[in-house]
């Protein structure tokens, strides 16, 4: 009887081993006898330190203020929180399918090609590869882990992914403790706060509270937090990327590719565009016509993955996302 109990906890044990790593790392996540991971290494001080929510928001919000840091040979560090995997309409642009027939591989396809924009346009911007950070948190599930504090981990309805990964390079919390993250409110906010601590940033940038991406609106609350469990009590700033959900193509204003005019407030069906917000801006940082050009060749370079699709993809997409490029970025202040 004892030789076959312990026939059966071997055959176990050969079918853990056999299971394959999305099952694998399933297992691992909710284990809660895993062992702790081990400590980062000490990362390099960063003057600025810039989240973006998705690939591209990096370049639509702080381009300018990015390149005039390089410029002045300051360290900027971007970290992306997502991988921008869960955009059904880019993913039926890169893959050529129908929305109702893409897959999982196909969302992960698109994520790994925004991974490429997001490297491409930080070169752009003078940046340095090791500089570029991603975080590998599920796109459009952000609010609900800020929101969510189950310690089941989140399931992307996109990729089917329940812990962080990245394709063009390792994710954040995988380089640094040697196993992914699970998608869980707990993680996120232990990578933002570990991040800041590690790298000392005189500057924090992140978009706004009042943004109308619920991801955005997300991604500023987990760095808001962050902030105080990491004791930071450098500048925070936040940035704009959304209007409200219901007036997407009102902002930014003008909508168009305006070089030599700033960003300017608007009135749209009786309410004021940006909403919620105080105008003129606290922090307008002017750029040149040369940092206007090189901010509009970052912004392109995230519309790598359409190619031939991009006739395809949603013109007023590009058209808003082009429309960043004015005289100046502006900020309010984060933390209040």
């Given at each position: 009887m004892l030789l076959r109990l312990k026939l059966v906890w071997l055959l176990c044990f050969i079918v853990l081993l056999g299971l394959d790593g999305s099952v694998q790392s399933g297992f691992m996540a909710r284990t809660p006898s895993r062992p702790a991971a081990p400590a980062p290494a000490p990362r390099e001080h960063a003057d600025l330190l810039v989240f973006a929510p998705h690939p591209d928001d990096e370049s639509l919000g702080c381009a300018g203020v990015i390149l005039q840091a390089v410029e002045q040979r300051k360290v900027v560090k971007v970290v992306v929180f997502t991988n921008g995997d869960g955009f059904p309409a880019a993913a039926a642009a890169l893959t050529g399918k129908p929305i109702e027939k893409l897959t999982p591989a196909d969302y992960r396809e698109l994520g790994r090609r925004r991974q490429m924009e997001v490297a491409h346009a930080t070169a752009i911007l003078g940046m340095r590869p090791d500089d570029l950070i991603l975080l590998g948190y599920p796109d459009e599930g952000l609010d609900?882990?800020?929101?969510?504090?189950?310690?089941?981990?989140?399931?992307?309805?996109?990729?089917?992914?329940?812990?962080?990964?990245?394709?063009?390079?390792?994710?954040?919390?995988?380089?640094?403790?040697?196993?992914?993250?699970?998608?869980?409110?707990?993680?996120?906010?232990?990578?933002v706060a570990e991040l800041i601590k590690s790298v000392a940033p005189s500057e924090v940038y992140v978009t706004n509270q009042f943004d109308g991406h619920p991801d955005h609106r997300a991604a500023y609350w987990f760095v808001h937090d962050a902030v105080a469990v990491a004791s930071y009590h450098g500048a925070f700033y936040t940035y704009l990327i959304h209007g409200p959900e219901d007036a997407e193509t009102e902002w930014p204003w003008p909508h168009a590719i305006t070089p030599l005019l700033p960003f300017a407030v608007h009135q749209f069906k009786g309410m004021q565009i940006p909403q919620n917000l105080p105008w003129p801006p606290p922090r307008r940082v002017p750029l040149t016509p040369k940092q206007a050009q090189e901010k509009l060749d970052a912004i392109r370079a995230h519309l790598s993955r359409e190619n031939a699709a991009s006739k395809k993809l949603m013109p007023d997409e590009r058209a808003s996302l082009e429309a960043f490029v004015k005289c100046e970025e502006i900020f309010w202040p984060g933390g209040e």
């Open positions: 609900f882990l800020y929101h969510q504090r189950d310690v089941t981990p989140y399931r992307s309805e996109f990729t089917e992914a329940t812990a962080t990964y990245a394709i063009v390079k390792r994710d954040y919390h995988s380089a640094s403790h040697g196993v992914p993250a699970p998608y869980s409110h707990v993680a996120v906010l232990a990578d």
